[in-house]
């Protein structure tokens, strides 16, 4: 609605003044309430870094006298103290805490925490849905370069990857911080595959890298289909988990297999290996390329860092399969010797 004469606008500004003063009012108490949580905030991480101190001094001395003492009592205190720790984890993902180093480097003491929970949630989502868009534009432009051969295409496919994994470190950093419980390697797996793109980057436009050029389209084809498969199937189990209360709601989807996503899993597991089998395959065509008159130092470097990939992932997602079949054998017996 706009106003035909300037007494309206004087009138309706006049009107507005009380309306401003309701505002000024309420910002003030906001401002105040802030600088509030702030102090709180300061004396709840002083007493809980005390707590925790003292903790872990009887922690130790319990270590020390257990064999002198009455194995119930023991028992008891140290029931006892994993219960306190527990309570504190809960106190302290309230609670802002410090940047990792790699954060500290980048964004220098910023303070990234996310206090609110369902904040929180929906930056994971938004995470979520930033792999999930990126993986369906670098599936287009691989299969653009797989049926035409424009450099600049393929420029714009390493650019691409260079930032969608230098992206994913930060996003992954800060989700750290608010509770994720990712595991180092797969952080570990989205440095070195931004190291990666960023040596396919400046590959020299010789003969070795035509030779590996159409490999590596169907590899980035094939692991885009891998990583929307994951998305829609681990992004159902967290909703379900997360529903459940089973499971901490910043877990994210990642490049393996955790011992939470089980229900339903045979489908993807097949699919996981074929992935590493792939970057295996990569790495012994590249040391064959290395062998080739025309090849650079990127050739060699990159056979090494693809073979670092696929052990890395091929271990770290063997290990967690018997680690579940074993949780699921203690689950049987516990419940036949209830029956």
């Known amino acids: 609605m706009e106003y035909e004469n300037i007494e309206d606008c004087v009138k309706n500004l006049q009107d507005l003044d009380e309306e401003f003063k309701s505002l000024d009012t309420i910002n003030k108490e906001y401002v105040t309430k802030l600088e509030e949580v702030g102090e709180l ?8 870094n005390h707590h925790r101190y003292r903790l872990g001094i009887i922690s130790k001395s319990l270590k020390k006298i257990r064999k002198k003492c009455n194995p ?6 140290s029931e ?10 809960d106190i302290e993902q309230v609670l802002p805490k410090p940047n990792g180093l790699y954060l500290k480097i980048i964004l220098g003491k910023l303070n990234v925490s996310i206090l609110n929970k369902n904040d929180r949630f929906r930056y994971k989502d938004e995470y979520e849905k930033f792999k999930l868009v990126l993986s369906v534009i670098g599936f287009v432009l691989a299969l653009i370069n797989l049926v035409t051969n424009v450099r600049v295409m393929e420029i714009i496919l390493m650019f691409l990857l260079v930032w969608y994994y230098c992206t994913l470190t930060i996003r992954e950093s800060i989700l ?10 797969w952080r570990f797996h989205h440095f070195m595959s931004t190291v990666i793109s960023g040596v396919l980057l400046i590959w020299p436009n010789n003969q070795p890298w035509y030779l590996f050029r159409q490999q590596f389209m169907y590899f980035n084809v094939f692991i885009s289909i891998i990583q929307y498969l994951q998305f829609v199937y681990q992004r159902g189990v967290l909703y379900r988990l997360k529903a459940l209360g ?4 910043m877990d994210i989807t990642i490049e393996g297999f955790h011992s939470w996503m089980w229900r339903g899993l045979s489908f993807l597991l097949p699919f996981l290996y074929a992935g590493y089998a792939f970057q295996l395959y990569n790495a012994y065509t590249l040391y064959k390329l290395s062998f080739h008159e025309e090849a650079s130092w990127q050739v060699p470097v990159l056979a090494c860092l693809f073979f670092v ?17 074993q949780e699921r054998f203690m689950k049987v017996s516990m419940i036949s010797g209830f029956n």
Not at 41 to 48: D, P
Not at 246 to 249: A, G, K, L, V
Not at 311 to 323: D, E, F
Request: glycine share 6%; charged share 30%.
């Open 246 to 249: 089973e499971r901490h709601n």
């Open 41 to 48: 905030q300061e004396k709840c991480v002083k007493q809980l």
């Open 72 to 77: 119930e009592e023991a028992k008891k205190l």
């Open 80 to 89: 006892a103290l994993s219960k306190r720790k527990a309570q504190l984890n």
């Open 176 to 185: 750290k911080v608010n509770g994720s419980r990712i595991k180092g390697w």
């Open 309 to 325: 990939l696929f052990l890395g992932n091929t271990i770290t997602t063997s290990m967690v399969i018997p680690q579940k079949f």
